[in-house]
């Protein structure tokens, strides 16, 4: 009698004890986002009852909270869903690859059973599953936030104001036919059309370039909107404000004007909101990724490029009451990661400086602004750790040294990556810029198929520990 009340009261809270956490992981292409998810996964998967060494920051994995994690049926069907396998097959490959670069939007599911070890409930052996749902979006979407609250003329206006350096140059082949246009005269479809793939390859040449911020964002990962005419529209750069004003007064239904500035209408209002409205809306936790250490090997203006990118994505979360965000979407987050990623190409003696790097890219001057009711933290990680380091003693000083195989010619090399600025470096240091940060080929995986990690477990430790 007593042991059916006590199996019906445990029954009742474990049901009580079933949640779900959505999760967003975003950043620009190549930041690291699948390497990340892919990691994450993994290290989750492989938390047994015995040794979860690989874990030794995330107290679950050590108080044996954690009874088992599972892959199970992701909860949108209509979302590709993230293709862990195929990512681990690939480190698992001789030698081992990277996991194959993806676009778009794609989702994962884990269970993770649990059972407290602390706090009122234990006596009752409280049981839950905490439904884990993991979620890939490119940080190139967020940087359209700023479209719903300019009109087409106004969107100009700022693009022309961009257009300088590297910019400037590479436009050159799509302006100058724009230029020829008669903006007030009937659209010929096909040179809209043409003119919208002219100014689609300068955006993607600016991409090559290290050149990140980039409107509108789905004009470089289109997916299922390749060719279509929402896509094609694109700024007036050529004309000054009062040519673009008179345009607004007197183009024709039917002229090129006309139609591209309801083409730009249409894709604020659809595919900008509705991205906003379908996954913004429903994320509890975000991680932001980005890889601050790529843009120090190009040019001063990349860097640059990079931090007006970055400030664009944090100014999606920090939203007051009066937000545009805010009133548009009312989104639900309390918990916000920055994860500076592929850690493991400098020395851990440097991760302070490139964690002090990405808040000083992130916020004007390092301004630690806080967010209305969002817990936030500012980390360095690698996902998929490609490096081992040595410490080598000279002359009684410590010397750091990370040993790897080098992407470009596959050799095993050992170097002294150097230092990483702690601020934004100076024109002087663009003028000496001696940073090489290589590509390196993934390690092998050992026999457990644990994949090796730089602090990932302190990643975990932040996003899942309050709900276990
Ligand atoms: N060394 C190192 N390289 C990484 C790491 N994570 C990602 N990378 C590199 O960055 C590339 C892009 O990563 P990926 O996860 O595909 O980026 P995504 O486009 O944001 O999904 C990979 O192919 C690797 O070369 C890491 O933790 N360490
Ligand atoms: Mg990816």
């Known amino acids: 009698m007593l042991y059916s009340f006590r ?34 996964i993994n290290q989750l998967l492989n938390i047994d009852r015995n040794d979860n060494n690989h ?14 994690v599972k892959r199970i049926a992701q909860s949108d069907l209509s979302v590709s869903r993230f293709d862990y396998e195929g990512n681990i097959q690939a480190l698992n490959e001789i030698p081992p690859q990277w996991p194959k670069s993806t676009e778009g939007v794609s989702e994962t599911r884990l269970a993770i059973r649990y059972q407290r070890q602390s706090g009122l409930m ?20 967020l940087l359209d936030l700023p479209l719903l609250n300019l009109s087409y003329v106004q969107w100009s206006q700022q693009q022309q104001s961009l257009l300088q350096g590297k910019r400037q140059e590479l436009a050159q082949n799509w302006l ?3 230029k020829k246009l008669d903006l007030s005269a009937v659209v010929n479809e096909d040179i809209l059309a043409q003119l919208a793939k002219d100014y689609t390859v300068f955006l993607f040449d600016c991409k090559a370039e290290g050149l990140h911020f980039i409107q509108p964002g789905r004009f470089v990962l289109p997916r299922e909107l390749e060719n279509a005419p929402i896509l094609q529209f694109f700024p007036l750069v050529h004309l ?11 183009a024709k239904e039917g002229s090129y004007f006309k139609v591209l500035t309801q083409r730009y209408d ?14 913004f809306s429903t994320i509890d936790r975000q991680v932001v990724l980005a890889d601050c250490l790529t843009p120090l090997n190009y040019s001063q203006q990349a860097f640059l490029d990079m931090q007006q990118v970055l400030q ?46 990405m808040r000083q890219l992130l916020q004007e001057g390092g301004r630690h602004a806080e967010y209305e009711g ?95």
């Open 374 to 468: 969002i817990d936030t933290e500012y980390t360095a990680i690698a996902a998929i750790r490609a490096t081992k380091q040595w410490m080598i003693k000279q002359d009684g000083k410590r010397i750091y040294a990370l040993q790897g195989i080098r992407s470009s010619d596959k050799q095993q090399v050992t170097l002294y990556p150097g230092s990483v600025p702690s601020r934004l470096p100076n024109k002087q240091f663009w003028q000496n810029q001696n940073f090489e940060f290589d590509q390196f080929e993934p390690q092998p995986l050992d026999n457990s198929s644990v994949i090796p990690h730089l602090r990932m477990d302190s990643v975990l430790q932040f996003l899942l520990s309050d709900k276990l």
């Open 240 to 250: 000054n404000q009062s040519q673009l004003l008179q345009l607004q007064q007197n």
């Open 312 to 357: 664009q994505l944090f100014s999606n979360f920090h939203y007051g009451k009066r937000s545009l965000i805010h009133r548009l979407f009312s989104p639900r987050i309390d918990k916000l990661m920055f994860i500076a990623t592929k850690a493991d190409h400098i020395t851990t003696d440097q991760l302070p400086n490139l964690i002090s790097l």
């Open 7 to 40: 199996k019906e009261l445990n029954d009742a809270i474990n049901r009580g004890f079933d949640r779900t956490l959505r999760l967003a992981v975003t950043g620009l292409s190549r930041s690291g986002k699948t390497a990340f998810i892919t990691s994450l």
């Open 55 to 68: 874990l030794p920051l995330f107290e679950a994995a050590h108080n044996n909270t954690i009874i088992g």
């Open 176 to 178: 100058e036919k724009v």
């Open 122 to 141: 234990r006596h009752f052996k409280e049981k839950g599953t905490l439904y884990l749902d993991i979620f890939d979006y490119p940080g190139e979407w």
């Open 266 to 279: 249409y894709y604020c209002q659809h595919v900008v909101k509705g991205f906003y409205h379908r996954y």
